[in-house]
């Protein structure tokens, strides 16, 4: 019975893994490079605060690959709420997602 609990993890495990990677390949920096022209309007400038609703706009360069694909697809769906990037991410289609993604996970910080 252990063995059979043991094996399950290690197949669920390995699922998870196989996903991210093909998740990570998804994406195609060059694309999303031109993809993110306007994301740069807002996220591209140090310490910029956002007029309504009025909050500091975060840095999104260098930020991890899946947590921008879960945000902006959550953006997408109205799961998460914010007047510009709901409407921002309802112009995207999932491909352009995963390029957005890979490009900003890519510039370190910047």
Not at 11 to 16: C, E, G
Not at 54 to 61: A, C, E, N
Not at 69 to 91: F, I, N
Request: glycine residues 10%; proline residues 4%.
């Amino acid at each position: 019975m252990r063995n059979l609990i043991f094996t399950a993890m290690l197949l669920s495990t390995a699922s998870i893994l196989l996903q991210t990677d093909s998740a990570l390949a998804a994406g195609d920096i060059e694309a999303g490079k031109i993809k993110t022209y306007t994301c740069k309007g807002c996220h591209g400038i140090p310490g910029y605060n956002n007029v309504y609703p009025t909050y500091k706009v975060p840095k999104i360069g260098g930020q991890n690959y899946e947590y921008l694909v879960t945000a902006l697809k959550e953006y997408k769906s109205g799961e998460r709420k914010h007047p510009t990037m709901d409407l921002q991410a309802r112009s995207l289609s999932d491909q352009d997602i995963e390029d957005v993604s890979a490009y900003l996970s890519s510039l370190g910080g910047e």
